[in-house]
């Protein structure tokens, strides 16, 4: 079992910053992925960053209408995600949910989101 917390959204003007964090109640180096998804009102929840662990090392992708803006990172020793949101737009405004999965296909986890608005 896995909690998982949201902090850092806010209200913020069109190309602006944001640091969102996601503290997982476990070792999030033993959980297969941690992503971070939006959902915008009206609108599907999308999945717009995710880290992928191996033993190797680890894989992380971007949706396409964040790539370039967005980061998303970790810090092993605090068990906790990030998500860098630079050059915000309108089109941003979300409830942004963190996730982590402990094997491919296996059992997900969410956190209850935190809010992002983006306006002038």
């Known amino acids: 079992q896995v909690q998982l917390v949201e902090s850092g959204g806010g209200s913020v003007q069109p190309g602006g910053s944001l640091r969102l964090s996601c503290v997982a109640s476990r070792s999030i180096s033993e959980l297969y992925a941690m992503s971070w998804y939006r959902q915008a009102p009206g609108k599907q929840r999308e999945r717009v960053a995710y880290?992928?662990?191996?033993?190797?090392?680890?894989?992380?992708n971007y949706a396409d209408s964040v790539k370039g803006r967005f980061t998303i990172s970790r810090d092993n020793t605090k068990n906790t995600v990030y998500l860098q949101m630079n050059s915000l737009k309108p089109e941003d405004t979300a409830v942004y949910y963190c996730n982590a999965m402990n094997e491919p296909g296996g059992m997900e986890y969410w956190g209850k989101g935190t809010l992002v608005t983006v306006s002038s």
């Open positions: 880290n992928l662990v191996f033993t190797s090392g680890s894989a992380t």
